[in-house]
């Protein structure tokens, strides 16, 4: 009869196996950290490489507004204003954006054109029932870039949330903004914000405030929307014309 001997767990070749898996544990950690490092890195150079270069170009806020303005930081003393609504759930104002935003800006940094931004939150509205979505979260994002003056960032986060809405709607939580707008080159102070949601009241207040705005104006509320002393500047299809009527 042959007894097999049971191999004690403590003994050199059982520490040997021990090790063996603990190399193994790590070579996997250094790996699968390699694996995060280089995507993260790759996609900080995307995002670089696709940031929209913004000079001359200024952003102010003052809390309690229902509205942000952009406008050339020098040279636009002679800019022609109007009041841009729109909503960051809205597809229309989607292809609005994509669509015009490279002339506005264009117009603005050359001190031809301010844009008091008046954002809506009306698809956060489900059967007349608001509840805070992803178009008040995006809106609060952007009022923490706004309040500290943050013009690239808010542009090019605003920019990125327009052209890729179908891919970002209702995926992103106060974290996801937040790094959005660190990669943008947002301020620790701004990303902190829009980590604790610092403006989020002041997001539903001021879509409140727009929506108001525009029943008591006209009547009837919608996005997009492009107003001048309460009126409406270009209406129909020739919204997309309102850099050129706007600076006309």
Same mark, same amino acid.
């Given at each position: ?18 090790? !063996? *898996?603990? &190399?193994?544990? /790590?070579? =996997? +950690? ?7 490092? #280089?995507? %993260? ?96 979260? !995006? *809106?609060? &994002?952007?009022? /923490?870039? =706004? +309040? ?7 542009? #090019?986060? %605003? ?90």
């Amino acid at each position: 009869m042959t007894t097999r001997k049971v191999q004690n767990p403590n003994d050199k070749g059982g520490a040997a196996f021990i090790w !063996a *898996l603990v &190399a193994v544990v /790590a070579i =996997a +950690a250094l790996v699968i950290g390699l694996i995060v490092f #280089n995507g %993260r890195s790759q996609r900080s150079q995307a995002i670089a490489e696709q940031m929209v270069p913004v000079e001359n170009l200024e952003v102010s806020y003052t809390e309690g507004d229902p509205y942000f303005t952009l406008s050339a930081a020098e040279g636009g003393e002679g800019a022609k204003s109007v009041d841009l609504f729109e909503d960051f759930s809205c597809s229309y104002c989607a292809d609005l954006a994509t669509t015009t935003d490279g002339d506005a800006l264009e117009k603005i940094q050359a001190g031809e054109l301010e844009v008091n931004v008046r954002p809506m939150t009306i698809l956060d509205s489900q059967g007349g029932q608001y509840s805070p979505g992803h178009s008040t979260h !995006a *809106l609060a &994002a952007e009022l /923490a870039l =706004a +309040a500290n003056g943050e013009a690239e960032a808010l542009w #090019n986060l %605003r920019a990125m949330l327009f052209e890729n809405q179908q891919s970002v709607f209702n995926k992103l939580d106060k974290d996801d903004f937040a790094d959005r707008a660190k990669e943008f080159g947002a301020s620790d102070e701004a990303v902190q914000a829009i980590r604790d949601g610092a403006f989020e009241e002041q997001a539903t207040a001021m879509g409140e405030a727009n929506l108001n705005y525009q029943n008591e104006k006209t009547g009837t509320a919608y996005t997009p929307r492009v107003m001048r002393d309460d009126k409406d500047l270009v209406e129909g299809q020739e919204i997309t014309n309102w850099v050129d009527a706007a600076t006309a």
